[in-house]
């Protein structure tokens, strides 16, 4: 099985959940956990090392990149808090931690960046069983990119709360949720939320 969790911040999130409560069925797989922190992603790693067993045959992978829907971008700047540098509301949006109510001091720092496109080709996959975003206001985007007819994805977990901007839910039908749940339509797609602020869209058979 192939999981990428994209935006794991600190660790201790949706993907990291499920592969914890799978963990016995988990042996061969690969996980890519990835993140535009650099400090997020050490306590990413801290965490699963501490959590898992290499004799469990769970293979983890730990990326520092910025996922962005800007092609043939090659650096992005990314907005992370100085006296907090793994705060879940670390962003590409400068105004993500504003909105939160968050008034210290923003670093701008300036990250390596792949689609999630150019990040699946370059991990050779084409098959993701479990994708897992929470990119504090760009998964919509990062979604709208994604190319379902060249990469299957059969289970996607994304943060429903952030879709046209911080704190638009998709509920609202704002654009951006509007282009993302005709996507999710057009290929096939039944979409559910999930807990308070996350929603599942998962692929349903298709009649041929």
């Given at each position: 099985m192939n999981i990428v969790d994209i935006g794991c911040g600190q660790g201790e999130d949706e993907g990291f959940f499920f592969v914890k409560a799978y963990r016995k069925f988990l042996s061969g797989s690969s996980v890519f956990l990835v993140d535009a922190s650099r400090a997020s992603l050490e306590a990413s790693r801290n965490l699963y090392q501490k959590c898992f067993e290499e004799k469990e045959g769970i293979k983890f992978h730990f990326l520092n990149y910025a996922i962005t829907n800007e092609i043939d971008t090659q650096k992005v700047p990314f907005y992370i808090s100085k006296q907090e540098p793994t705060c879940g509301l670390n962003s590409l949006s400068p105004q993500h931690a504003r909105a939160h109510g968050r008034n210290e001091e923003i670093e701008e720092v300036?990250?390596?960046?792949?689609?999630?496109?150019?990040?699946?080709?370059?991990?050779?996959?084409?098959?993701?069983?479990?994708?897992?975003?929470?990119?504090?206001?760009?998964?919509?985007?990062?979604?709208?990119?994604?190319?379902?007819?060249?990469?299957?994805?059969?289970?996607?977990?994304?943060?429903?709360?952030?879709?046209?901007?911080p704190l638009e839910n998709i509920d609202k039908k704002g654009p951006l949720a509007t282009q993302l749940l005709d996507k999710f339509k057009k290929h096939q797609y039944a979409t559910i939320p999930h807990r308070e602020w996350e929603m599942i869209a998962t692929a349903q058979p298709i009649n041929i």
């Open positions: 300036l990250v390596e960046a792949l689609t999630i496109n150019a990040l699946f080709k370059k991990l050779n996959l084409t098959q993701i069983d479990r994708l897992f975003i929470d990119t504090e206001g760009w998964d919509a985007k990062i979604l709208l990119d994604l190319d379902l007819d060249e990469f299957f994805v059969p289970s996607i977990h994304f943060e429903r709360l952030h879709i046209d901007g």
